[in-house]
T-cell receptor, first 113, second 111 residues
Framework: DQQVKQNSPSLSVQEGRISILNCDYTNSMFDYFLWYKKYPAEGPTFLIS?????DKNEDGRFTVFLNKSAKHLSLHIVPSQPGDSAVYFC????????????FGKGTHLIIQP | NAGVTQTPKFQVLKTGQSMTLQCAQD?????MSWYRQDPGMGLRLIHY???????DQGEVPNGYNVSRSTTEDFPLRLLSAAPSQTSVYFC??????????FGPGTRLLVL
C-alpha cells in the first residue's frame, strides 16, 4: 500500500502563475517531509523540506504547507518559470530519517510560455 | 567538492551476470543509501547505511548486496542479474539522515 501519494501524474501551468503540487500520506509516524525536483537523466535535487512541528516553510519562490490533521502537504511555486518544468517528488521519513525516504510517484510539472 | 558520484552511467548485462554499481561521496556524510526508480513507481529504497560497517535493508533488498567499509564508498552488488532489475539506480548521502543528496544515477538494462 502506497504511504505517500501524488495523485496528479502531470500538471500544466502558465508561466508567471502559481503552481500547486499536492501530496497525501497515510503513515502518521512520518515526521519530516521533503520535495525533490528531477530533470530527465539527472538525479533528484533537494528543493525544500518541512518538519511535522511546523505548518509552513518558505524558501524564495517555493513554499511548502503541511496539514497534519488531513495528512496533506503542498508545494507552491510563485511565480512559475520555464526552468521549473520537471518531475517533482514528495518524500517522507520517520525517526530522524536514518532508514531512508519514502517517495511518491511524482508529478510532471509543465510550465507553458 | 564533487558531491555524490556514481559509475558507470549506463550498463547492459545478460541475465545471470554479476556486477557492482559504484557510489562515492566526498562530503564526509555518515548516511548513505541506494534507491531504484522504475517507470510510474517513484523511488524505492534498496539498502541503506548509517555509518561505516553498518548496513540495513530497505523496501526492495532482494537480489542486492551492499557493504560499507569506508565512509566515502557504498557499492551495490547484483549477484545474478535478472530482467526485473532493469531500472535506474540512485545513490544518496546525508549528513543528518534527513535531507538526502543524490548522485546522477546508473541506468541498468538486463537482457
Amino acid at each position: 500500500d502506497q504511504q505517500v501519494k501524488q495523485n496528479s501524474p502531470s500538471l500544466s501551468v502558465q508561466e508567471g502563475r502559481i503552481s500547486i503540487l499536492n501530496c497525501d500520506y497515510t503513515n502518521s509516524m512520518f515526521d519530516y517531509f521533503l520535495w525533490y525536483k528531477k530533470y530527465p537523466a539527472e538525479g533528484p535535487t533537494f528543493l525544500i523540506s518541512i518538519s511535522s512541528i511546523k505548518d509552513k516553510n518558505e524558501d524564495g519562490r517555493f513554499t511548502v504547507f503541511l496539514n497534519k490533521s488531513a495528512k496533506h502537504l503542498s508545494l507552491h511555486i510563485v511565480p512559475s518559470q520555464p526552468g521549473d518544468s520537471a518531475v517533482y517528488f514528495c518524500a517522507a521519513e520517520t525517526g530522524g530519517g536514518a532508514d531512508g525516504l519514502t517517495f511518491g510517484k511524482g508529478t510532471h510539472l509543465i510550465i507553458q510560455p | 567538492n564533487a558531491g555524490v558520484t556514481q559509475t558507470p552511467k549506463f550498463q547492459v548485462l545478460k541475465t545471470g551476470q554479476s556486477m557492482t554499481l559504484q557510489c562515492a561521496q566526498d562530503m564526509n556524510h555518515e548516511y548513505m543509501s541506494w534507491y531504484r526508480q522504475d517507470p510510474g513507481m517513484g523511488l524505492r529504497l534498496i539498502h541503506y547505511s548509517v555509518g561505516a560497517g553498518i548496513t540495513d535493508q530497505g523496501e526492495v533488498p532482494n537480489g542486492y548486496n551492499v557493504s560499507r567499509s569506508t565512509t566515502e564508498d557504498f557499492p551495490l552488488r547484483l549477484l545474478s542479474a535478472a530482467p526485473s532489475q532493469t531500472s535506474v539506480y540512485f545513490c544518496a548521502s546525508s549528513y543528518d539522515g534527513q535531507t538526502q543528496y543524490f548522485g546522477p544515477g546508473t541506468r541498468l538494462l538486463v537482457l
